[in-house]
């Protein structure tokens, strides 16, 4: 949501708006220049806070403002800001001592970075921003991602740059910086429904609500529409709510083709949207491990980021710049340990299994020690905030606001509290799209849009290739993965391609592109 480059001693000077900016002797802070976002600069004696927050539909837009204050008034605005109900990113200054705090909202949309020196702090949004600064790469935070064990965390992949994670607070003044996580988030627990309360009456209210929370135009909305029941949702409330909105998508190839086609026909006409998409064959993932000129990965795996920048390209030549996502629906719907029974199917493909096979003995120890560094429990699942912090940086390139409405911390507690007969099977949501599609659109047991058949295709492809790269490999340098194993898995994922190899092989390459890139 913002960029800063903050000298400390320059918090001694006075701070100013200009520009589009806030400035204080050398340094400064820029908010990602959006009409979704606002900036308040809030100044007293001694002491100011910035805060970038997303506009709200509920409060009159202040737009870019600056105000001197009493304490009393500095104190009312604080609280405020505090308690405002979209996402934010605050930073709050102390003129003596020269000391700063950086605070982030509950949503975690759109997360930033920081990295903190002696007497410098750079914040960013966008990993780039970095690159130019030496860095080497997090032996233990990589050796847990390669073995698939991703977890939502402060500590970055980069050595001494870290994520400020959901209600996190980081704590900078000369010689010295802590962070400090909030307080976990109670765990759910599904209770009845009043009698006088209609499960499906009470989902679109809430659902509705959080879709119109920010003032956006329908012309300035798009929806990402693959054509599953997430994004379906998400485009539902959106077409009640506006009336014509444009969506995007990306049409996959294989045995889900042609479902998925006949599905987001139906979603199309039905909500009346302005539709248009881009062939997954036409913008395939590449896998060269080379770093591209002007191409910096981010801290977080993401392949088909080339299908999806043409989407977004769509999107805006078209006038959007508001983003609309299903993120967050896998996670809204959870079954709960004691609803689990020996006849619901176990999930699993090994993954973990073929990823614990490419490390190193130290990589593998490391794997399982670093539980410890999680964030805490939120009230936005930590799976739905990971999925924010892969894609963000890269919407926000492209000039693209991200919104996941399914990841609202207010929807996903009434959803998590539900009775099981609600959450089962996803029916409250199965229950609204009958009643905005018709019921044909999603019946039970519909064949569901995958990208599980695009990465062997390819890899079978340029096996060769990739091979002739792995000649030199970064992460066995550092002593992380075994290239023995390493191409054993190139060549069993060439020839018989399974769910979890493909997957272990997948975040090993984007690994070695990103140590690749630092080096």
């Known amino acids: 949501m913002l960029k800063a480059d903050i000298v400390l001693s320059d918090l001694a000077h006075s701070v100013e708006w200009r520009d589009g900016a806030i400035f204080f002797g050398g340094s400064h802070i820029r908010p990602y220049p959006h009409p979704a976002l606002e900036t308040l600069l809030v100044r007293t004696r001694g002491q100011?806070?910035?805060?970038?927050?997303?506009?709200?539909?509920?409060?009159?837009?202040?737009?870019?403002e600056s105000r001197d204050v009493d304490a009393e008034e500095f104190g009312r605005l604080y609280r405020e800001c505090m308690l405002w109900p979209l996402d934010y990113a605050m930073v709050e200054a102390a003129q003596a001592g020269h000391r700063l705090k950086l605070r982030a909202g509950a949503l975690g949309a759109a997360p930033v970075y920081c990295r903190a020196g002696e007497d410098r702090v750079v914040v960013s949004w966008d990993i780039a921003d970095f690159a130019?600064?030496?860095?080497?790469?997090?032996?233990?935070?990589?050796?847990?991602?390669?073995?698939?064990?991703?977890?939502?965390s402060a500590r970055q992949l980069c050595v001494g740059t870290m994520q400020l994670t959901e209600r996190a607070s980081l704590y900078v003044e000369p010689g010295k910086a802590s962070y400090r996580y909030p307080s976990p988030s109670e765990a759910p627990e599904a209770a009845p429904l009043?009698?006088?309360?209609?499960?499906?009456?009470?989902?679109?209210?809430?659902?509705?609500?959080?879709?119109?929370a920010r003032p956006f135009a329908s012309a300035r909305i798009s929806a990402e529409l693959?054509?599953?029941?997430?994004?379906?949702?998400?485009?539902?409330?959106?077409?009640?709510?506006?009336?014509?909105?444009?969506?995007?998508?990306?049409?996959l190839d294989g045995d889900t083709r042609d479902a998925q086609i006949a599905r987001r026909k139906s979603i199309v006409g039905r909500l009346g949207l302005d539709d248009a998409t881009?062939?997954?064959?036409?913008?395939?993932?590449s896998l060269d491990l080379r770093p591209q000129p002007g191409q910096i990965a981010g801290f977080y795996w993401e392949y088909y980021l080339e299908a999806c920048a043409a989407s977004w390209i769509s999107a805006r030549s078209r006038g959007g710049d508001a983003l609309f996502t299903g993120i967050g629906g896998d996670e809204l719907f959870p079954a709960y340990a004691d609803e689990i029974t020996q006849t619901t199917p176990e999930r699993g493909d090994g993954a973990e299994a073929y990823a614990e096979r490419l490390l190193t003995p130290r990589a593998s120890s490391a794997a399982r020690g670093l539980s410890g560094f999680d964030a805490p429990a939120s009230p936005v699942p930590a799976t739905s905030l990971l999925a924010q912090a892969c894609r963000a940086p890269y919407a926000l390139r492209h000039g693209l606001w991200p919104v996941n409405p399914l990841?609202?911390?207010?929807?996903?507690?009434?959803?998590?509290?539900?009775?099981?007969e609600h959450r089962q099977e996803r029916e409250l949501m199965r229950r609204y799209l009958h009643a905005h599609l018709g019921e044909g659109v999603f019946p039970r047991g519909y064949v569901k849009e995958t990208f599980a058949?695009?990465?062997?295709?390819?890899?079978?492809?340029?096996?060769?290739?990739?091979?002739?790269?792995?000649?030199?490999c970064a992460l066995a340098d550092?002593?992380?993965?075994?290239?023995?194993?390493?191409?054993?898995?190139?060549?069993s994922v060439a020839a018989t391609p399974t769910p979890g190899s493909v997957a272990a092989l997948a975040m090993f390459l984007w690994m070695e592109r990103f140590a690749r890139q630092l080096s």
Do not use: N
């Open 48 to 64: 100011w806070f910035a805060i970038v927050r997303e506009r709200s539909a509920a409060i009159v837009p202040i737009g870019a």
């Open 132 to 152: 130019g600064e030496p860095s080497a790469i997090d032996m233990e935070i990589a050796s847990r991602r390669l073995a698939l064990r991703s977890a939502y």
């Open 194 to 212: 009043p009698a006088d309360r209609d499960a499906l009456a009470e989902f679109e209210r809430r659902l509705h609500r959080v879709a119109s």
């Open 226 to 251: 693959s054509g599953g029941m997430d994004s379906a949702t998400v485009a539902a409330a959106l077409a009640a709510l506006h009336g014509r909105i444009a969506s995007v998508g990306i049409l």
């Open 278 to 285: 881009v062939e997954i064959a036409e913008y395939p993932p």
């Open 407 to 420: 990841a609202d911390p207010g929807l996903v507690a009434f959803c998590h509290r539900l009775p099981r």
């Open 453 to 472: 058949h695009v990465l062997p295709a390819l890899i079978a492809r340029h096996a060769g290739a990739i091979a002739a790269q792995l000649r030199d």
């Open 478 to 491: 550092l002593g992380i993965v075994d290239r023995k194993a390493v191409l054993a898995l190139l060549d």
